[in-house]
């Protein structure tokens, strides 16, 4: 660790302790305070029509307060760490906390516990400069030979440091880097993205030529019926699997009020599927916001649910202990798993790259997808999903659209593009037992909308998937 960076972190740990003591100063011994500093530093490069079009920086403070006091609960934030400006957050706290309704379900505060140092961060992420993520996009550009594109490249560092007044305080730092670009052709559009520790390990000529030479394959695109089709689908299309199992499922608060399809000791999914949420697989914060220690959490292992996860609250009500998935909504949204990989369990088909055929030179999908669609005897190739909305959370019906490149796949072979088409789905039923005919073997990272979020997602081949309509209904 450099010297600016260990300052760094000494310095939201001397906040952290700060406001800890001021609480216990103005409202009592008896007053329970929990409190995390987290300072955040991002750049952002992005492009438009093939040329950049903005490059911002930016750095915020963030400190969280909550305090229980006389049997009552209040919580708030300020972005001011000056004397004064940490003074009036206590106040304005406990001020609150003298109001607000009691607390009968309060489940104390984290105790002092050994807290794994966060994984290895990239200096050389974190002090990037303009033209590094310049080069990234001209290497995009470029490789899409000529073809319209817009996207970005970020990078982002956050030190975070707690503290509580049952004596628990640990600290931590991250890094990450991630691009997101489009290619046009023809009114057909692709992507490709990918989230990364260091900037360095960020190919843009890679993920240009691969949004480039998937929107060529989509040009003239043909209409196709709805109905009950086997799809294979791409990395990015997974994720939003991932992302909502996260939300809707794995979720400790929708588990706890019987809003979940999670059934711990159940087989809800295909042998072939193992889910980790894994926050220190990357580079990432090793505790939450409320100081609990995180961890590798399975949440099905080999088809049968085994977790949800939980914060101090969600794991109070279910005698349960927390894993480590208290965020900035989880007392409102609940504690979700943002870091979820998606893993073989080694019991689907083996994939192995075909020699020769479309597809197999990587012009649609990586070789890993390639290897799934030489299989498929009649599909979908699926390339991305968009717009989905939930309509039934307790059996996680989800409905939207497909983006990005949709094709048809015969005999193994993908033969012409498909206007994009609407889909109601189940996604448990979707991965149910015999529904994940393979899995592919290499996982990809990508990005989520927050900070410190991420997905890790292979190719699946499934063996039905429910489109109910075109793109317009």
Not at 320 to 332: E, F, P, R, V
Not at 345 to 358: D, F, H, N
């Amino acid at each position: 660790m450099s010297d600016a960076a260990a300052r760094a972190v000494e310095d939201e740990l001397d906040i952290a302790g700060r406001v800890v003591d001021l609480v216990t100063r103005l409202a009592g011994a008896s007053a329970q305070a929990e409190v995390t500093v987290t300072r955040s530093e991002s750049a952002l490069t992005r492009f438009a029509n093939s040329a950049i079009h903005q490059n911002v920086a930016s750095s915020s403070v963030d400190v969280r307060l909550r305090v229980h006091l006389a049997g009552r609960t209040a919580s708030g934030s300020g972005n001011t760490v000056t004397a004064d400006g940490l003074r009036t957050l206590v106040e304005r706290v406990l001020t609150a906390a003298r109001f607000i309704a009691p607390d009968p379900a309060w489940p104390g505060l984290a105790p002092p516990a050994s807290v794994s140092p966060s994984p290895g961060w990239d200096p050389a992420t974190v002090h990037a400069e303009p033209a590094e993520r310049a080069a990234l996009v001209r290497a995009f550009v470029d490789a899409a030979g000529g073809l319209e594109t817009a996207g970005y490249c970020r990078t982002g560092h956050r030190v975070a440091a707690f503290a509580n007044s049952a004596g628990h305080y640990t600290r931590g730092q991250a890094a990450d880097a991630a691009m997101d670009g489009i290619a046009r052709a023809g009114g057909a559009d692709s992507t490709a993205r990918q989230h990364v520790d260091r900037l360095a390990d960020l190919d843009g000529a890679a993920l240009g030529s691969r949004a480039a030479a998937k929107a060529r394959a989509a040009v003239r695109p043909v209409e196709l019926p709805p109905g009950r089709y086997p799809v294979v689908l791409e990395p990015a299309a997974v994720a939003d699997l991932l992302e909502n199992l996260a939300w809707y499922g794995f979720n400790g608060r929708r588990y706890a009020d019987r809003q979940s399809f999670a059934a711990p000791g159940v087989a809800q999914f295909d042998r072939a599927v193992t889910l980790v949420d894994d926050p220190l697989a990357a580079s990432g914060l090793a505790f939450d916001l409320e100081g609990t220690p995180r961890r590798a959490l399975t949440l099905v292992d080999a088809g049968t649910t085994s977790a949800v996860t939980h914060d101090r609250r969600t794991a109070a009500e279910l005698d349960a202990a927390s894993t480590g998935h208290a965020w900035a909504g989880s007392a409102t949204i609940g504690p979700i798993p943002r870091n979820l990989r998606l893993r073989s369990a080694g019991l689907a088909a083996e994939v192995t790259a075909p020699t020769g055929g479309p597809g197999s030179d990587g012009a649609i999908g990586d070789p890993d997808t390639a290897a799934l669609v030489s299989r498929m005897e009649r599909g979908l190739l699926v390339s991305d999903l968009w717009y989905t909305r939930v309509l039934d959370p307790l059996s996680l019906v989800v409905t939207g659209l497909t983006r990005n490149g949709l094709w048809l796949v015969e005999d193994g072979q993908v033969t012409r593009a498909v206007r994009d088409l609407r889909f109601t789905e189940s996604y448990p039923r979707a991965l149910a037992p015999g529904a994940v005919l393979e899995v592919g073997r290499h996982a990809v990272r990508l990005p989520d909308r927050a900070d410190g979020g991420w997905w890790e997602a292979p190719s699946l081949r499934l063996a039905s998937w429910n489109f109910t309509g075109g793109a317009s209904g």
